[in-house]
């Protein structure tokens, strides 16, 4: 497994932005596929974006494309998330998952992943 450690999280202003952070450690990434899950009380955990370690193919939920843009930086071992364009209905805890070889049917989907942070708060005010 992947140990996963995300960072960045906060408060901010309807139209603003935040780049979130998720650090991680513990195995080859090759293979590797890394996601970003949110997920809002009272909600169920809803994919946001994901990026293939390898080639760096981006998949992005329909609600976020052009806002958001998840990136990976090989040397730092780390996957950012830069959020633009901020709305109110933005507002979840976001997780950091990884998976290796996770097929195009499910890299949408938690089940894809078997590795987990522990998740950032991102609160955006009207």
């Known amino acids: 497994q992947v140990q996963l450690v995300e960072s960045g999280g906060g408060l901010v202003q309807a139209g603003g932005s935040l780049r979130i952070s998720c650090a991680a450690s513990g195995r080859t990434f090759t293979g590797l596929a890394m996601g970003w899950f949110r997920q809002a009380p009272g909600k169920e955990r809803e994919f946001v974006a994901a990026i293939r370690w390898s080639g760096g193919s981006t998949f992005y939920a329909d609600s976020v494309k052009g806002r958001f843009t998840i990136s990976r930086d090989n040397a730092k071992n780390a996957v950012y998330l830069q959020m633009h364009s901020l709305k109110p209905e933005d507002t979840a805890v976001y997780y950091c998952?990884?998976?290796?070889?996770?097929?195009?049917?499910?890299?949408?989907?938690?089940?894809?992943?078997?590795?987990w942070g522990q998740g950032t708060q991102v609160t955006v005010s009207s």
């Open positions: 998952a990884a998976g290796a070889q996770i097929n195009v049917l499910l890299i949408r989907t938690t089940r894809g992943y078997d590795s």
